[in-house]
C-alpha cells in the first residue's frame, strides 16, 4: 500500500485543495491498517466507484468521527512539505509533482496575488531540504550488532 497522510497531513492537504476525493477510500484504508476505526471510516475504505459526494459526506463524517480539527492556515504548509517529501522519498511522487503542489498551494493560499514564476525559490528550497532529507518514521534495522 502507498504512503498515505496522517489525518492532520490529509486535513492540511485537502484544506489546500491538494486533495482528490478519489484518494479518500485509500486514505482510511491505511488508517483502519494503523489501527484506527470508526463505521464511516469501515464504509469509506470500502467505497468503490461510488458518487464524489457521497464520499465527500462520508469523509467529512470520518473527520469528524475521529475528532481530526481544522489546521489553522500556518500550521499547513509544514504538514504539507512533510507529506509531500516523504511521498517522495518512497518513490511514489517526482520532484515535478511535488514542486506542482507546492506552487499551486503558494498560488492559493499563501500568495494569490504573486505571479507563479516566483516560486523559482522553491527550487533552491528543495535542493537544501532533499540534499539531506530523512522521512521520519519506523527506524530500520540495519542487521549489524
Known amino acids: 500500500m502507498e504512503l498515505q ?9 485537502m484544506t489546500s485543495g491538494l486533495l482528490e476525493v478519489d484518494d479518500f477510500p ?3 484504508a491505511q488508517w483502519l491498517a494503523d489501527g484506527m476505526d470508526s463505521a464511516n471510516l469501515r464504509t469509506l475504505a470500502g467505497a468503490d ?17 475521529l475528532e481530526v480539527q481544522a489546521i489553522p492556515l500556518e500550521k499547513q504548509w509544514p504538514l504539507i512539505w512533510a507529506y509531500e517529501l516523504a511521498s517522495w522519498k518512497t518513490g511514489q511522487r517526482t520532484r515535478g509533482q511535488i514542486l506542482r503542489d507546492a506552487v499551486q ?3 492559493a493560499v499563501e500568495y494569490a496575488d504573486r ?7 522553491l527550487w533552491q528550497l528543495w535542493d537544501e ?7 521520519q518514521g519506523p527506524k530500520m534495522k540495519s542487521g549489524r550488532t
Open 129 to 135: 531540504l532533499t540534499s539531506n532529507y530523512i522521512p
Open 5 to 13: 497522510p496522517t489525518p492532520d497531513q490529509a486535513m492540511a492537504l
Open 49 to 65: 466507484n461510488e458518487d464524489p459526494n457521497d464520499i465527500r459526506d462520508l469523509w467529512t463524517a470520518t473527520l469528524q468521527d
Open 26 to 28: 485509500d486514505i482510511a
Open 105 to 107: 498551494y503558494l498560488r
Open 115 to 121: 505571479d507563479a514564476e516566483e516560486a523559482y525559490v
